[in-house]
């Protein structure tokens, strides 16, 4: 004859949950029970990176998870440094940038180009030229807005605008101004409408 002897209930002992978070569900295998009224661990007090720019995308590796309000720190602002004049000068410091007034400074951009009528008027566009004369026949003065660092530009002249030959030189440079002549073929100065482009440091 079989006896079936039913156990005595008794109280059993609450472990601390052990659930962690993964990518895949699993089988647990500790033979313990945990109260319907526990705390189940899911997020840390870890900080979130900082963004970087330039920073690869990663899944990470943590088993517990950032509060939804949590947020991510931000690389510092990322405007570029502004190039003083003597790097502009010398091209060097490549990661800054050129501003705006200081791209005349550039060794590879004109400091100062007009465009002079024959009367020595300033009747067309000009850039760093404050003021154009005729002095005397076919002698121009230019003024420079900007003064040169020294004489030791350069000055390109051009006569247009007319089928005949003339020859157009530089007489005087100055750090304030520069005196343009414009002879014709015969030698002989003559009034005529000119171009000049002037490279060199201010």
């Known amino acids: 004859m079989a006896i079936n002897v039913t156990p005595i209930p008794k109280l059993a002992a609450m472990a601390a949950p052990a659930f962690v978070l993964g990518t895949s569900n699993a089988a647990g295998d500790a033979n313990t029970v945990v109260a319907s009224n526990s705390t189940l661990l899911a997020f840390d007090s870890t900080a979130p990176s900082t963004i970087a720019f330039g920073a690869s995308p990663g899944a990470g590796s943590g088993t517990t998870a950032s509060y939804r309000n949590h947020t991510h720190g ?37 400091v100062a180009w007009a465009k002079v009528a024959a009367d020595g008027s300033d009747t067309y566009l000009q850039h760093n030229v404050s003021g154009l004369a005729e002095a005397a026949t076919g002698v121009y003065v230019i003024t420079f807005d900007v003064d040169m660092a020294d004489n030791g530009y350069a000055v390109t002249l051009s006569c247009s605008n007319t089928p005949n030959a003339y020859f157009a030189m530089t007489s005087i440079a100055g750090t304030g101004s520069v005196t343009a002549r414009i002879l014709n073929s015969s030698g002989t100065l003559t009034s005529q409408q000119f171009g000049l482009i002037v490279m060199g440091d201010l």
């Open 74 to 110: 931000m690389a510092a602002d990322p405007s570029p440094t502004e190039a003083n004049k003597a790097q502009m000068e010398a091209e060097t410091a490549g990661a800054l940038y050129a501003p705006p007034d200081l791209i005349i400074n550039s060794p590879g951009v004109s």
